[in-house]
């Protein structure tokens, strides 16, 4: 490491951070196919069970997709709005987060569910578990396409410490095991950092998905 490499990050246990896993050609690829899913699954705003509509929109790929209403979080195996199934999960998608989650000892991962969310300038998550899958051995695969993102990554409780990292376009985040159920959001969204452009990215916005064994 020279004076100017940025520091490694140093990650809780079962947090492993894949950076620049996809080429910018890759991630081009990758969003060609998430286009073609928002054209099947139009984007949404969900509302949250205490009544406000979320900041990001999101849409969903795989078996099953994570919605959210009045009634409460859950995954449910048809979008919303059209009450068409959602389409599949885009090879390409899949496996390069599968080997990711291989490589960061978790097995032979196999997604069920892929929300797709998209930030604004202006996007954010506020701190939540992911709390609503079957079995909690199977981590949570996150991949980061446009411009960067400070993650929040708290405790098992709301209260408490909490450390930022960036993600950056082309990253890949798997955050399982000890961590699975750790408190984690997306504090902001740093203007003017994306290596690309796509049609599908929102003006100096971001896209995440993340890849879930829901059932
Ligand atoms: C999530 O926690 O579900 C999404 C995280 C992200 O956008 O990086
Ligand atoms: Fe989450």
Request: proline share 10%.
């Amino acid at each position: 490491m020279t004076l100017f490499d940025d520091p490694p990050d140093v990650l809780p246990e079962g947090v492993a951070l894949f950076r620049q896993r996809l080429s910018p050609d890759a991630q081009r690829r990758a969003l060609d196919t998430i286009a073609e899913v928002i054209a099947q699954a139009p984007l949404f705003r969900p509302q949250m069970p205490t009544g406000p509509y979320m900041i990001n929109t999101l849409t969903n790929c795989g078996e099953r997709g994570w919605v959210s209403d009045k009634r409460g979080y859950r995954y449910q195996e048809t979008h919303p709005e059209t009450l068409q199934p959602w389409p599949a999960i885009p090879p390409e998608v899949r496996e390069c987060t599968c080997d990711a989650v291989r490589e960061a000892g978790f097995g032979d991962f196999e997604p069920d569910a892929c929300l797709v969310n998209v930030y604004a300038a202006d996007g954010r998550l506020s701190l939540h578990r992911d709390y609503d899958e079957a079995d909690f051995k199977w981590p949570i695969a996150s991949l980061s396409f446009g411009n960067d993102a400070d993650f929040v990554i708290g405790g098992l409780k709301r209260a408490g410490k909490t450390q930022t990292v960036r993600l950056r376009s082309g990253d890949v985040l798997v955050f399982g095991g000890p961590s699975r159920l750790r408190y984690h959001g997306v504090r902001k969204i740093v203007p003017g950092t994306s290596p690309l452009d796509h049609p599908i990215l929102p003006p100096d916005g971001r896209i995440n998905l993340t890849l879930r064994r829901a059932a």
